[in-house]
């Protein structure tokens, strides 16, 4: 069995920092892509940003500059750097991977989802 597991959510003020964490456990082979995603209120999930597991990065527009996406393949563990923080970041943030189960075996994972809440 395969779980993520998201930390870091919380409130901060309008142009303050804060920092996601997701590890990866269970009977792991490989991971591959990990991503980070969001859903406010009222509104589809969208892609936040994606690391492939060469370290190779994508962002969503709304958040160049300011969010970095990292992961420590060791941990199996994947970070979202959230910087200069707008009242539209609110929403839950939820993280992703593909994992290889074996070597034949490929399925695509979801955290819990963790609040992060920018308001004054």
């Known amino acids: 069995q395969v779980q993520l597991v998201e930390s870091g959510g919380g409130l901060v003020q309008p142009g303050g920092s804060l920092r996601v964490s997701c590890a990866a456990s269970?009977?792991?082979?490989?991971?591959?892509?990990m991503g980070w995603y969001r859903q406010a209120p009222g509104k589809q999930r969208e892609l936040v940003a994606t690391?492939?597991?060469?370290?190779?990065?994508n962002y969503a527009d709304s958040v160049k500059g300011r969010f970095t996406i990292s992961r420590d393949n060791a941990k199996n563990t994947v970070y979202l750097q959230m910087n200069s923080l707008k009242p539209e970041d609110t929403a839950v943030y939820y993280c992703?991977?593909?994992?290889?189960?074996?070597?034949?075996?490929?399925?695509?994972?979801w955290g819990q989802g963790t609040q992060v809440t920018v308001s004054s």
């Open positions: 992703n991977a593909d994992i290889d189960l074996t070597l034949i075996s490929r399925r695509t994972y």
């Open positions: 269970g009977s792991i082979f490989s991971i591959n892509a």
């Open positions: 690391i492939t597991s060469g370290g190779r990065t």
